[in-house]
């Protein structure tokens, strides 16, 4: 049964500022999930922190994000950490991130099933995220439709809930995502963990414990380096989300873009 299941990525964008325990937890959450479904096999996980041209208030530098990305995963036998997100030099669109992994997943998978493969059950990619990343498409400017269209259409979303947030009332309440709500996944967490990195940031600010939410490596890489102290909080703090001033300079239109 186990081989006739489609071959599985999980893809996780987001600012890992700093990786916490919450954030590794959604792939295993999600992975058991899809594999209850019974019509997957999930194969792997990435994590592709942001690039600092985000411009998010308090956003460390990304070889600082990627490095604790790194240390957090080095237990897990399945999901890996890219960096290609994270180096280019502008904002990319999370359509355009998904684009290059599927491209890159799919050339990978040619390479080792060869030429002569039989099988139609080609690989997909999904994108994990929290359920709020749901509301995230209610923000005007945030998103261009197709590229919504195209996250959820082509690709697919498994979003794992995080307290009393209910990811079925954004889907509703939006006739495009209910129009695809067929390739959203919803996760349920019976076990609750309102890990928070900006919690966590606050917390170091304040020369307080984070022990138990990051893995002992980040938090001696934290201290090593550093990072999240009153002074870093405040970059960014005047800028401009870098998407909103994107979006309407720059429209990425299809997938050959």
Known sequence: M????????LLACGSFNPITNQHMRLFELARDHMHSTG?????????????DSYGKQGLV????????????????????????????????ETVVTMRYHYRRILKEYERSVGMHNNSNLSPQLKLL??????????????????????LVGHFGLVCVSRGELQPERAVHESD?????????????EW????????????????GLSVKYLLPDSVIEYIHRHN????????????????????QAQEPVKSLDD
């Not at 186990?2 to 990525?9: G, N, T």
């Not at 495009?176 to 349920?188: G, Q």
Request: hydrophobic content about 40%.
């Open 2 to 9: 186990a081989a006739r299941r489609v071959p599985l990525v």
């Open 39 to 51: 019509q997957y096999q999930v194969v792997g996980g990435i994590v592709s922190p942001v690039s």
């Open 61 to 92: 530098l990304a070889k600082h994000r990627v490095a604790m990305a790194e240390l957090a995963l080095q237990s897990s036998n399945w999901v890996t950490v890219d960096e290609w997100e994270s180096q280019q030099p502008d904002w990319t």
């Open 129 to 150: 995220c929290g359920a709020d990343f749901l509301d995230t498409f209610k923000i005007p400017g945030l998103w261009r439709d197709d590229h919504v269209e195209e």
């Open 176 to 188: 495009l995502l209910s129009y695809r709500r067929h390739n959203i996944f919803h996760v349920r």
């Open 191 to 206: 076990v609750k963990n309102e890990t928070s990195a900006t919690e966590v940031r606050r917390a170091l600010r304040r």
């Open 227 to 246: 990072l999240y102290t009153e002074d870093s909080e405040m970059r960014n703090k005047s800028a401009v989300l870098r998407p909103l001033v994107k």
